[in-house]
T-cell receptor
Framework: GDSVTQMEGPVTLSEEAFLTINCTYTATGYPSLFWYVQYPGEGLQLLLKATKADDKGSNKGFEATYRKETTSFHLEKGSVQVSDSAVYFCALYTGNQFYFGTGTSLTVIP | DVKVTQSSRYLVKRTGEKVFLECVQDMDHENMFWYRQDPGLGLRLIYFSYDVKMKEKGDIPEGYSVSREKKERFSLILESASTNQTSMYLC??????????????FGQGTRLTVV
């Protein structure tokens, strides 16, 4: 069935470090792919998305590219800030329902 | 902006109580979802609905039921709350079966504690 596998956490980085959170997926057809972010005590917010192969989603300095050949959608940011500390979820949508990864907790220290 | 509103941020209920979690969205979305979120397990789908009075079981429907009498409102019901249902519950909505530019919009979550 359809599923998402993302990098286990927690991840701790120093401010201005480079961030990568890996995400791979299994899906029939051509899903849309997403990264959501959850700040403490809140619901999930959409961070970025891509709807077809080779699309790059970007927002707030974060980027992810839809790679069909490797079934991946890795999240990257060149220079993280303390305010990026949150839990990040990779997700896919198949036209029926959404599938989420288990989440990766990121802590950025000054 | 799309708003998905859950009726409570925090709830404490006793074992055996019937519990109602309410969710309302204001963007005329066809699809609505209930998830529970537990550490290390991510989001697990309990039930979803793609139209009024329609419902589909998700991955973990046992111990739960849902109601969708109006398009904007999707209720999750714990028929007899148990301590293993202590969790964060998240409601979401999305437009109908549209592939391009669809996304899920989430409420702020309800943290339920069953004692």
């Amino acid at each position: 069935g359809d599923s998402v596998t993302q990098m286990e956490g927690p991840v701790t980085l120093s401010e201005e470090a480079f961030l990568t959170i890996n995400c791979t997926y299994t899906a029939t057809g051509y899903p849309s792919l997403f990264w959501y972010v959850q700040y403490p005590g809140e619901g999930l917010q959409l961070l970025l998305k891509a709807t077809k192969a080779d699309d790059k989603g970007s927002n707030k300095g974060f980027e992810a590219t839809y790679r069909k050949e490797t079934t991946s959608f890795h999240l990257e940011k060149g220079s993280v800030q303390v305010s990026d500390s949150a839990v990040y979820f990779c997700a896919l949508y198949t036209g029926n329902q959404f599938y989420f990864g288990t989440g990766t907790s990121l802590t950025v220290i000054p | 902006d799309v708003k998905v509103t859950q009726s409570s941020r925090y709830l404490v209920k006793r074992t055996g109580e019937k519990v109602f979690l309410e969710c309302v969205q204001d963007m005329d979305h066809e699809n609505m979802f209930w998830y529970r979120q537990d550490p290390g397990l991510g989001l697990r789908l309990i039930y979803f609905s793609y139209d009024v009075k329609m419902k589909e079981k998700g991955d973990i429907p046992e111990g739960y039921s849902v109601s969708r009498e109006k398009k904007e409102r999707f209720s999750l019901i714990l028929e007899s709350a148990s301590t293993n249902q202590t969790s964060m519950y998240l409601c979401a909505s999305s437009p109908g079966q549209v592939r391009i530019n669809t996304e899920a919009f989430f409420g702020q979550g309800t943290r339920l504690t069953v004692v």
